[in-house]
């Protein structure tokens, strides 16, 4: 059963795990079809070197709620101090980034990380704009990448410290 759009949504982040484990793996497919995001970590990892990183790390699932329903429709993480974040097309525009991003740079502050980067595609405004809000820098030359569904972009490094 979907929301009612025009219902109250109540929204909250929850630590990933078992207890969620198919409606994530239902969030990931469902943002795959929206968003080639994801693919951009295949096709930079296969660039990179994978490094073995001892610094903490977290996943959220964005939760909304309305009645009995409760379903994840977000998810945000960081990763060797990466941050990334992907919420549901029809859930944009309504402050969860900016709620995303404030969770997630509250748990780096008190995880005493130094800084979080990310890469975000150029022609992604919304999110380029959202990240420069939180003082994100860019850094570094743009990287030019072609994804596995043929789509060309490119990456800009975005960098900011805590």
Do not use: C
């Amino acid at each position: 059963m979907p929301f009612d759009m025009t219902q109250p949504i109540t929204f909250s982040f929850e630590e990933a795990g078992m207890q969620r484990v198919v409606a994530w793996r239902a969030l990931i497919e469902l943002l795959m079809q929206e968003t080639d995001t994801f693919m951009i970590g295949s096709v930079r990892q296969g660039q990179d070197e994978p490094e073995i990183s001892h610094q903490p790390a977290i996943t959220l699932l964005l939760i909304a709620e309305q009645d009995e329903m409760s379903q994840p429709v977000g998810i945000s993480s960081i990763t060797d101090g990466e941050l990334g974040i992907a919420i549901l097309q029809q859930f944009q525009g309504a402050g969860l980034g900016q709620a995303s991003m404030d969770t997630l740079i509250d748990w780096a502050q008190q995880m005493s990380l130094e800084s979080l980067w990310l890469d975000v595609q150029t022609d992604n405004q919304v999110a380029i704009h959202l990240y420069q809000k939180y003082d994100f820098k860019n850094v570094g030359e743009l990287t030019a990448i072609e994804l596995p569904n043929g789509r060309k972009t490119e990456l800009q490094r975005m960098l900011k410290v805590l």
